[in-house]
């Protein structure tokens, strides 16, 4: 069965450097997503991305965050320089399309520890 | 302000038995409402997406139900099991926005 995966699972980085997340949605989806999880806190949605371009996104994806789809594959999440705050789970979804019925594929997320 | 509250925050139940998730929320206008499950450290999976034209949603012994009135839904586990051990999460997506809120989620643990 088809899913969406994630990698690193794990990356560990210092205050103030860059990250690159890395997704791989499911391969005929066309909405993509990052989400973020706090440890003990709720899901909260970043953006979401379509044909590619941001179609919406939280006051959360401010300007150190940035999205990308480098290829046919691949869509990226980017922090340009990391906070404390940004310890957290980040999760990628995708979805074929965006009526009322589309499910949203969750990866395994990469967890972001900022020392 | 769009919110969604969820009850209990966490439940222990025998193997066997049913429960029942309860959630309310504040999302209007309103497009859908999904019910995920997820495991401690892994991404959360779908198991029912109900639209405000929609009473009631099955899946297996998972059984959803909405009443889009008093904006309230709640998550019905019949003959639980060991495996039900996770979050249950309530999920509202507001009309003519891709965001979707989520709740804080309730932890259910099922006990042999």
């Known amino acids: 069965e088809p899913e969406v995966t994630q990698t690193p699972s794990h990356q560990v980085t210092q205050m103030g450097q860059e990250v690159i997340l890395r997704c791989v949605p499911i391969?005929?989806?066309?909405?993509f997503y990052w989400y973020r999880q706090i440890l003990g806190q709720k899901v909260e949605f970043l953006v979401s991305?379509?044909?590619?371009?941001?179609?919406?996104k939280s006051e959360i994806f401010d300007d150190q965050f940035s999205v990308e789809r480098p290829d046919g594959s691949n869509f990226t999440l980017k922090i340009r320089s990391t906070k404390l705050e940004d310890s957290a789970m980040y999760f990628c979804a995708s979805s074929i399309e965006d009526s009322y019925y589309n499910e949203q594929f969750f990866g395994p997320g990469t967890r972001l520890t900022v020392l | 302000k769009n919110q969604v509250e969820q009850s209990p925050q966490s439940l222990i139940i025998l193997e066997g038995k049913n429960c029942t998730l309860q959630c309310n929320y504040t999302v209007s206008p309103f497009s859908n409402l999904r019910w995920y499950k997820q495991d401690t450290g892994r991404g959360p999976v779908s198991l029912t997406i109900?639209?405000?034209?929609?009473n009631t949603k099955s899946n297996g012994r998972y059984t959803a139900t909405l009443d889009a009135d008093t904006k309230q839904s709640s998550l019905h586990i019949t003959a639980s099991q060991l495996s039900d051990s996770a979050s249950y999460i309530c999920?509202?997506?507001?009309?003519?926005?891709?965001?979707?809120?989520f709740g804080t989620g309730t932890r259910l643990k099922v006990l042999a």
């Open positions: 391969s005929n989806h066309l909405y």
């Open positions: 999920v509202v997506r507001g009309s003519g926005t891709y965001k979707y809120i």
């Open positions: 109900m639209t405000f034209s929609e």
């Open positions: 991305f379509y044909n590619n371009e941001i179609s919406e």
